[in-house]
């Protein structure tokens, strides 16, 4: 007879939780799966084998046994590893992690189409020669590889520099040792070009693919094949990070400082840190690659926690495109109130004529921004979120773009029945109508969230600009990633303001990136390219390093801001959301959270806590939110960590119809 603890596949904080049975079922291991029979009632429920212990610590007349085991859908005891760090570094539930690493749904009935096949017919490519700087990243990278020693490299390349091609160097060389390969990419529209990339190299057969575009089916049997060893690499968005391999031997993450990689769904995980713990427990490395790294990364390479190998000239030594920086206050002065400057009007005409393509970049969708009314004030807001709602006028409907909710626009205002009611502010959608009106002659696509919606639209919208079909391309930070096309000669910014002025202490980082990773998509082939950044502050630290494309001048002034403030990466910073239907309760049970929290730690930590406070997001679907930020430094973590656990487990007993949402460094504060 043998013992162990499991963890009961039940999404209940209550039952978040060990539990001991019996089994005779010999061999049994951490991350296998197995059937119970659970609670009062004896029904038999899905568990995963957490713990194999000498001795029951249950009453052996209390005891219960393991039905069954599955052995197809077992996992391996370092996934539980890792699950029980996530459980601890995020405060989610153990079945919510373990989850995260098992397949979605049930197995599908019938054959299903594979994403990738043999049919896609890629050619097999030549190894190119590579860069001095690629030679050198690439032969340190394989010397941890080789040592099968845990390492996390940091690949700061400027943008075309040869980052990819070190990556698939890297993935070869762990094949060759009989390694796996997770290849992650921020967003499912960079999937494409990455897997033509990798398939040229490796083919089909090596290769699995997991996104969210997938199909559950398709999603269950990708799943399968690389839990049966049928392939080598994985390459997805973030959720790829959880590919059930056992042997891993590299985890590349490449443009690593993109907010996508940071789950607002429980658990609320950071894709960088949960591959390093994977690759921590297999010996494995991580390649985190960026030409604008997060502060937080270069922070961690300036003081040795990374290996940080500099890649600084572009691969076919094309020089980096020219910026100019123009000051839109000084364009509304001379009486142009378009938003396009006369500079980049002219160089659109330039570059139309020289037969060269053009990207014009806002990260904003829609039409307008928010309707208001003119005589009374009043904004249009979302009835379940309080915030103003966009303009989409190939709807002819505002939407809220936080939970989709959707009006027919109103012919009088709502609030005092006047006609007055106007447009305000620019979305991509709107740059599009004017691009047309202003250049007819030209082929104009838009690629953003809306455009992208049906299945294969990106590829289809990319597709065409790849092969000239399309002169200028408008869109979100969607076109600002990844993108490689020779003939680009112009990006525009339409507005390098929008994301400065979000309330968030990234807004300079992220505009920092969002500019320069823009800007690197012109002048990749022979030609080299220009960039127009159009502002209202042409003057901010954040704008004027990114016109002279100097990231280290940027770190040097943002990181000196953030530790004079005590934020990331000099500190945790964590976010308390407490909901609930009634907002007297909501702000009174959050007032009781601080209290306790102070209990816990003692009131001399109360300047690290900010709140709560109303969220600027109010009322979300019918709940209340006030929100708390703790600064949390690193010799606090383990005190702050067992009082948040305790006070959780507090909210979840006793206060009944109130939420509470912990994140770790959240990517929004909304």
């Known amino acids: 007879m043998e013992y162990v603890k499991v963890v009961i596949d039940n999404s209940s904080d209550k039952t978040d939780r060990l539990y001991t049975y019996g089994t005779e079922i010999t061999g049994l291991k951490p991350g296998d799966k197995v059937s119970v029979p659970f609670a009062k009632g004896n029904r038999i429920r899905d568990a995963y084998v957490h713990t194999i212990i000498d001795e029951p610590d249950i009453d052996t007349k209390e005891l219960k046994y393991i039905v069954s085991k599955d052995e197809e859908l077992s996992l391996s005891p370092s996934i539980i590893q890792v699950a029980d760090w996530m459980k601890e570094r995020y405060f989610c539930r153990y079945i919510d992690a373990i989850k995260c690493f098992a397949p979605p749904g049930k197995p599908p009935k019938k054959k299903i189409e594979q994403p990738i096949s043999d049919e896609n017919n890629f050619v097999p490519e030549d190894l ?94 990708e799943w399968l094949r690389i839990k049966q060893g049928e392939v080598k690499i994985v390459i997805g968005a973030r959720s790829a990070v959880f590919a059930p391999f056992d042997n891993i031997g590299a985890i590349i993450i490449d443009e690593e400082h993109e907010t996508t990689y940071k789950s607002d769904m429980t658990p609320k995980y950071d894709t960088i840190e949960v591959a390093i713990q994977r690759a921590r427990v297999s010996n494995a490395v991580v390649l985190l690659g960026s030409a604008t790294p997060s502060l937080i990364s270069t922070y961690k390479s300036e003081n040795g926690s990374y290996e940080r190998l500099l890649m600084t000239r572009r691969y076919n030594e094309a020089p980096l495109p020219s910026v100019k920086i123009v000051d839109m206050r000084e364009e509304l002065k001379n009486g142009n109130k378009s938003i396009f400057s006369l500079e980049l009007y002219h160089q659109i005409e330039r570059c139309l004529e020289e037969k060269r393509q053009v990207i014009l970049f806002l990260n904003r969708r829609g039409y307008s921004t928010f309707l208001s009314c003119r005589y009374c004030g009043y904004v249009m807001r979302c009835d379940e979120c309080s915030i103003s709602l966009t303009y989409h006028k190939s709807r002819k409907e505002v939407v809220c773009h936080f939970c989709g909710n959707r009006k027919e626009v109103p012919k009088t205002c709502p609030e005092c029945k006047s006609r007055y009611i106007k447009y305000f502010g620019t979305g991509t959608e709107k740059v599009e109508e004017l691009a047309l009106q202003v250049f007819p002659n030209a082929e104009i696509d838009r690629l953003d969230l809306d455009t992208s919606q049906k299945r294969g639209s990106i590829d289809r919208i990319i597709g065409r600009f790849a092969k000239g079909k399309t002169d200028i391309l408008i869109g979100t930070q969607l076109v600002a990633k990844g993108l490689d096309f020779a003939n680009v000669g112009l990006v525009g910014i339409i507005s390098a303001d929008i994301s400065l002025n979000i309330p968030d202490y990234r807004s300079p980082e992220r505009t920092f990136q969002l500019i320069t990773q823009a800007a690197g998509r012109a002048g990749r082939g022979e030609e080299p390219g220009k960039v127009i950044i159009q502002t209202y502050t042409p003057e901010h630290y954040a704008i004027q390093s990114a ?61 690290y806590i900010l709140g709560p406070k109303p969220a600027p997001m109010n009322r979300i679907k019918e709940l209340y939110r006030y929100q708390m930020l703790i600064k949390c430094f690193p010799q606090h973590w383990e005190l702050y960590k067992e009082a948040l656990k305790n006070i959780k487990t507090m909210v979840v007993k006793n206060k009944g119809k109130v939420f509470i949402s912990i994140d770790v460094n959240p990517y929004g504060f909304l």
């Open 547 to 607: 016109a002279v494309q100097d990231y280290y001048r940027f770190y040097k002034t943002e990181i000196a801001i953030r530790k004079s403030l005590g934020y990331p990466p000099f500190s945790d910073l964590i976010q308390l959301i407490i909901s609930a239907e009634d907002e007297e309760l909501t702000r009174n049970i959050s007032e009781e959270i601080k209290e306790a929290f102070l209990r816990r730690v003692g009131t001399i930590h109360k300047d």
């Open 128 to 221: 190119p020669e590579l860069t001095d700087e690629q030679a050198s990243a690439f032969m340190r990278i394989k010397e941890a590889i080789d040592e099968k020693i845990h390492k996390v490299f940091l690949i700061h390349g400027v943008t075309s520099s040869g980052k990819t091609e070190v990556y698939m160097r890297a993935a070869a060389e762990c094949i060759e040792q009989g390694k796996a390969v997770i290849m992650l990419v921020p967003e499912i529209s960079l999937t494409t070009q990455t897997i033509e990339r990798f398939l040229n190299r490796f083919g089909s057969d090596q290769i699995a693919v997991l996104h969210s575009k997938l199909t559950r089916a398709q999603r269950y049997n």
